[in-house]
Nanobody, 124 residues
């Protein structure tokens, strides 16, 4: 089994940046599809970004050009660099892992393992 722990969330003003980290047990990053999802109050969980095959990436339209997902196999860690943050980016951000390589990466039910989430709050 895989354990995922997110960190790096916090309070930031609109236009600012945050970098989220997801530490995984074992070699999850090197052999799994890693994804980031987010859930705002009163809304369903939505896809943000995914990373697989040591370089393949996929982004939600709402974050393209602003967010970047990367993976560090040596550290078994996935990152989400968030720039030009907007008020609507406020949410709990979750890291997820799937043993399948890039299949239906935008769907939450693709992922077998989930972290507990880290809060990101963007203020005006």
């Amino acid at each position: 089994q895989v354990q995922l722990v997110e960190s790096g969330g916090g309070l930031v003003q609109a236009g600012g940046s945050l970098r989220l980290s997801c530490a995984a047990s074992g070699r999850t990053v090197s052999s799994y599809t890693m994804g980031w999802f987010r859930q705002a109050p009163g809304k369903e969980r939505e896809f943000v970004a995914a990373f697989w095959n040591i370089g393949s990436t996929l982004y939600a339209d709402s974050v393209k050009g602003r967010f970047t997902i990367t993976g560090d196999n040596a550290k078994n860690t996935v990152y989400l660099q968030m720039n030009s943050l907007k008020l609507e980016d406020t949410a709990v951000y979750y890291c997820a892992a799937s043993p399948r390589s890039g299949w239906y990466a935008q769907r939450s039910n693709t992922y077998d393992y989930w972290g507990q989430g880290t809060q990101v709050t963007v203020s005006s």
